[in-house]
């Protein structure tokens, strides 16, 4: 109980320390000039913003990828990870799982930004680089989830255990990371994409944001099918 305690705690002071920062007005650089005074708008022009964002043609193809952006940290947390290993191999995973996050970012991120001269052909390029290691790295989900026996005991893998089968299922939980980052920066490369000023992008951001959450809201909720085994604890 104390690592929340001490996150919580943490985010607080974060919070209080938030009203520290100065306005933009007070704000002076090294040269004696001043930062610039942004206006925002308020509550009910964002609101109404936000709601047409549900007509914008480019929103709603964006919901899609948003849903299920992360709809699947349900299954590859609770019924890989905490399902196949046992808990000193389930921290192990997780290291290298969030590693695998910065290698597929900046893996991604390459192409994207600088593959080509072409924004349009890095878009392409992205989108079928990013395509084509989902299929295989789904369809090794795929693979090792029809392997799984009706008679599975959980948290049984070892990394120490070299009998254990531990490199398999290592290598595919490792690679869900680095999918789930090449994803996210390819679908947050597509949004920015499309608009130039920041105010329009800060909202597709909170839309894809949203959208986001809802989806992992969704795919949080308990659904056990008859006869799933010991494994879905």
């Not at 849903?67 to 019924?79: A, D, L």
Request: aromatic share 14%; glycine share 10%.
């Amino acid at each position: 109980m104390m690592v929340p305690t001490l996150i919580h705690v943490f985010h607080g002071f974060r919070a209080v320390l938030s009203l520290a920062i100065l306005p933009p007005s007070r704000v002076i650089r090294d040269d004696g000039t001043k930062c610039s005074n942004i206006k925002y708008s308020n509550v009910h022009t964002e609101a109404v913003a936000i709601l047409k964002l549900f007509l914008n043609w480019k929103m709603l193809l964006i919901v899609p990828a948003a849903w299920s952006s992360n709809f699947m940290y349900t299954y590859q947390f609770n019924h890989v990870n905490k399902g196949l290993f046992n808990l000193r191999t389930r921290g192990l995973n997780n290291v290298f799982y969030w590693g695998a996050q910065m290698l597929g970012s900046v893996l991604i991120g390459y192409i994207l930004d600088f593959s080509f001269a072409s924004r349009r052909m890095r878009g392409f390029i992205g989108i079928g680089v990013v395509s084509v290691v989902g299929t295989a790295i789904w369809g090794g989900g795929l693979a090792n989830q029809l392997a799984y026996p009706h008679d599975l005991k959980v948290n049984t893998i070892d990394f120490i255990d070299s009998g254990s089968g531990f490199a398999g299922p290592f290598v595919l939980f490792f690679s869900y990371g680095l999918l789930d980052a090449m994803f996210q920066s390819l679908v947050y490369w597509v949004i920015g994409a499309l608009a130039d000023d920041s105010e329009t992008l800060s909202r597709y951001a909170g839309f894809y944001k949203g959208v986001q959450s809802a989806g992992a809201a969704a795919a949080w909720q308990p659904k056990t099918p008859p006869n799933a085994g010991a494994w879905l604890v």
